[in-house]
C-alpha cells in the first residue's frame, strides 16, 4: 500500500524521498530504450524494446581520498529532460548533425558527505553516461578505479579487437590499436593478452546489436579500454599500462584532475547495424569544436609512394612523379613519408611545394612523435616534444608552404599521452596546419573538438596486406570490420585501394572491391594505395570516378551489413549519393538491395568485369534507371565489390 501511495506522487509530479527515487529510470524519446538505475546498489540496466539487453551492471569509481562505488546516498533525481545539440563537421559521415535525448541526473554522496553526480542521457539509438565531481577543490584528486561495468545476457555474442601489449611490436611502438578482429565469439572470451580489448566493441544479443565506445576524455582522463577477463559476461573499464604515458614532462597514467571534475562519456549504441551505421552517437558527446580559422579545414585525397615503394621511394625525383599523379587525378594532397628531411632535405621540400601549388596539389610531411617510449629512429624526430619546438617547426612549415603533418609512433593512452595529442592539434591550428596521427590511439571524437584532426590511423591498415601474405589473406573480412565498427564515429586513415597490383603480395580481393573502400572508408584525408604506373592499367570511367569522388559527405544510410561478411552504405553528395559494398567472404552473393529512397534515378555502376583471372584489373561499366520499386539486383563474387553513383 505504501508503494502504491508513492507511486501515486510519481505520477502526480510530487518530490520522493531519496529511497524511492534512488530506484528510477530515464527512457529515449521515442521510449524504445530504458534505462534502469539502483543507485543505492550502484547499478543499472538497460532494455531495449522490452527486454532485457545490458543486465545489472555497476556503476561508480574510485578515488585516492573516496569510494564512489557503493554505499552512495541519494540526494536528488532530477526530472528527465530533453537536451539537443546541433553541430556541423566536414571530417563525419554527415555534415548536419543534430542530437536529441532525455537527460536525467542522480545526485548523490558518500557516508563521508563527498558528492558525485551521475548524469544519464538516452536519445533514440543508445544510451551514455558520466560521473560529475560538482565540489570545488584545487587539490589534485586521483582515480584509481572505475567501477563501471557492461553485464551482458548469457548467449551474447562479440565481435572484438585486442589491444596490444605496450611496449612490444616494432620498436615499442604498441598499444597502436593494431590488430585483428575476434569476430563471432562468446561473451566471456578472454582477451589473449593483458591490455584487454579496445573500443569500439561490438555485441549482439538475440535480434539486438550494442556498441561500446567512449568520449570527451578532455584533458583529465586517460583512454580506456574493456578488461582481459569477462567472468560471467561482465565487461570492466581497463585503464593503460603502466609505459603508455607522455614522458616528457610529469608523465601521468591514471585519471586526476581538480574539483569540479568531469568524467567521459560512456556510450552504448543500441538497436540494429542500421542503428550502429547512422549513429553520431561517438560525436554528439564529443567536446564541442575548439574555434580556428575554419579557411584551412580542407579534406581531400592524397597520393603516396611509400605504401607500395617503401623508404627508397622519398626522394626528389619520385615525390615530384606523386605531385604529378595527384595533379591528374585532381587529389588535393601528396603525402612524403620517413627521411624526407635526409633523403629531400627542407630546401628541396620547399621548391616542391612550390611546384605542387602550380598544380593545385598540396605538401603533406611524415614525423616521428618521438620520447623515450620507443627505438624508433625514423626522422625527422626531437621536433614536437615541446611547445617551443612545435612552434618553431611548425612555423617554419607553415612558411614554406605545407599543409599538413602525419605524426607517427604514439605509445598508449595514459592521461599525459592524451594531452600530448592535443597539445599538438593546438598548436598546429595556430600555424593553420592539418593533422594526421599514426601509430596511435582511437580519437574518440577528437575531430570534432579539433576540426584539424583530419585522420587516425588506430587500425591495422594497408600496410600490413602489403608486407605478408597472411594478412593479405584476411583483408576481405577484416576491411568489413573496420568499416562497420572501428570506422563506426571515427576518422580511420586506412590508406586503401590497390586497383592494380602489390609488389610480392597476391591480393586477396578483386579489384572493384578496392574500389569500393574508396567510399566506405571514412578519412577526412584518404591516402590512396595506388601508383602513378598502377593507375595506367585502370579503365577511364574507373579514373574519372574517383577524380570526381566527394572530399566530404553530407548524409549516411544503411543499406544492408553483417560483420566480417558484408558491407554495403550508402552516402550523399550534394545531389548525388554513392552506394557501395564489399563483400568480406570468399563466396558468391547475389543481392538484392532495397533502394526505395533512390528509386527512379540514374545510375552508373561499377563492378567487377568477367575476367578476374588476367594480370589487369577487371571492370565493368553499367549504365540504368533504377526502377520505380527501388530495387536493384547485384552479384558479388567472392571478396568482391562495387560501386553505384544515383543522380
Known amino acids: 500500500m505504501k508503494y502504491t501511495f508513492y507511486l501515486l506522487l510519481l505520477c502526480l509530479g510530487f518530490h520522493v524521498s531519496h529511497a524511492q527515487t534512488a530506484n528510477s529510470s530515464v527512457s529515449s524519446p521515442d521510449k524504445a530504450i530504458v534505462v534502469s538505475c539502483n543507485i543505492q546498489q550502484a547499478v543499472y540496466s538497460i532494455a531495449y524494446k522490452g527486454e532485457t539487453v545490458l543486465k545489472d551492471s555497476k556503476l561508480g569509481l574510485i578515488r585516492e581520498d573516496e569510494d564512489f562505488s557503493k554505499n552512495l546516498k541519494v540526494l536528488k533525481v532530477s526530472k528527465p529532460t530533453i537536451v539537443k545539440d546541433s553541430y556541423t563537421m566536414l571530417n563525419a559521415k554527415k555534415q548536419q548533425i543534430t542530437y536529441t535525448a532525455t537527460e536525467r541526473i542522480w545526485q548523490t554522496k558518500t557516508a563521508a558527505g563527498k558528492k558525485m553526480n551521475i548524469v544519464f542521457r538516452v536519445s533514440n539509438d543508445g544510451v551514455a553516461f558520466r560521473y560529475v565531481f560538482p565540489e570545488k577543490s ?9 567501477a563501471t561495468s557492461f553485464h551482458f545476457n548469457e548467449g551474447t555474442r562479440a565481435w572484438l579487437q585486442p589491444k596490444t601489449e605496450a611496449q612490444t611490436g616494432f620498436e615499442h611502438t604498441n598499444p597502436a590499436y593494431e590488430a585483428h578482429y575476434m569476430m563471432d565469439i562468446a561473451t566471456g572470451t578472454p582477451a589473449p593478452g593483458k591490455n584487454g580489448w579496445i573500443y569500439p566493441a561490438l555485441f549482439k544479443y538475440k535480434n539486438t546489436w550494442l556498441l561500446i565506445t567512449e568520449a570527451a576524455l578532455g584533458r583529465t582522463y586517460c583512454g580506456t579500454a574493456l578488461q582481459q577477463n569477462s567472468p560471467d559476461n561482465e565487461y570492466k573499464i581497463n585503464f593503460p599500462q603502466a609505459p603508455e604515458v607522455f614522458t616528457n614532462g610529469k608523465p601521468t597514467l591514471n585519471p586526476e584532475s581538480t574539483l569540479p571534475w568531469e568524467t567521459p562519456w560512456r556510450i552504448i549504441v543500441v538497436g540494429d547495424l542500421k542503428t550502429i551505421t547512422e549513429s553520431t552517437l561517438g560525436t554528439d558527446l564529443a567536446l564541442p569544436a575548439k574555434k580556428m ?39 588535393q594532397y601528396c603525402l612524403l613519408d620517413a627521411y624526407w628531411d635526409k633523403l ?47 612552434m618553431q617547426e611548425f612555423a617554419r612549415l607553415r612558411a614554406m608552404g605545407i599543409k599538413g603533418l602525419k605524426i607517427d609512433f604514439f605509445s598508449g593512452d595514459g592521461q599525459s599521452m592524451i594531452g600530448y ?20 590511439t582511437l580519437p574518440r571524437g577528437l575531430h570534432r573538438t579539433y576540426p584539424n584532426l583530419m585522420t587516425t590511423e588506430a587500425v591495422y591498415g594497408y600496410e600490413m596486406i602489403t608486407f605478408n601474405q597472411r594478412d593479405a589473406n584476411r583483408a576481405p573480412a577484416h576491411s568489413v570490420m573496420c568499416a562497420l ?22 591480393r586477396a580481393t578483386t579489384s572493384a572491391f578496392e574500389l569500393a573502400t574508396s567510399v566506405t572508408f571514412l578519412s577526412g584525408i584518404q591516402h590512396y594505395a595506388e601508383s602513378p604506373e598502377g593507375i595506367t592499367h585502370v579503365p577511364e570511367f574507373v579514373k574519372d570516378f574517383l577524380r570526381g569522388l566527394p572530399n ?7 543499406i544492408d551489413a553483417d560483420p566480417g561478411k558484408l558491407y554495403i552504405v550508402a552516402r550523399k553528395s550534394g545531389n548525388k549519393w554513392y552506394v557501395a559494398g564489399i563483400n568480406g567472404e570468399n563466396t558468391e552473393k547475389e543481392l538484392t538491395l532495397d533502394l526505395a529512397f533512390l528509386q527512379n534515378k540514374k545510375v552508373e555502376l561499377i563492378a567487377s568485369g568477367n575476367d578476374l583471372t588476367g594480370p589487369e584489373p577487371s571492370f565493368d561499366l553499367k549504365r540504368f534507371t533504377l526502377p520505380a520499386t527501388g530495387k536493384m539486383n ?3 563474387k567472392g571478396n568482391d565489390g562495387f560501386v553505384a553513383v544515383f543522380e
Open 485 to 506: 565498427v572501428r570506422n563506426a564515429f571515427d576518422p580511420m586513415d586506412f590508406t586503401p585501394m590497390n586497383l592494380y597490383k602489390i609488389p610480392r603480395i597476391k
Open 634 to 636: 547485384i552479384t558479388l
Open 293 to 331: 580559422d575554419p579557411s584551412f579545414i580542407k579534406p581531400g585525397k592524397s597520393s603516396w609512394s611509400w605504401i607500395l615503394k617503401k623508404d627508397d621511394s622519398t626522394v626528389y625525383r619520385v615525390q615530384k612523379k606523386y605531385i604529378d599523379f595527384a595533379s591528374d587525378m585532381k587529389w
Open 138 to 146: 584545487s587539490e589534485l584528486k586521483k582515480i584509481t578505479t572505475e
Open 552 to 558: 566530404n559527405w553530407e548524409d549516411v544510410k544503411y
Open 344 to 390: 629531400v632535405g627542407y630546401d628541396s621540400v620547399s621548391i616542391l611545394a612550390d611546384y605542387a601549388r602550380t598544380k593545385n596539389v598540396g605538401l603533406l610531411l611524415w614525423y616521428n612523435s618521438a620520447g623515450s617510449w620507443n627505438t624508433v629512429k625514423f626522422t625527422p624526430k626531437d621536433k614536437l616534444i615541446t611547445h617551443e619546438s612545435r
Open 421 to 440: 595529442y592535443q597539445d599538438i592539434l593546438e598548436d598546429a591550428a595556430t600555424h593553420q596546419l592539418l593533422i594526421n596521427f599514426h601509430g596511435a
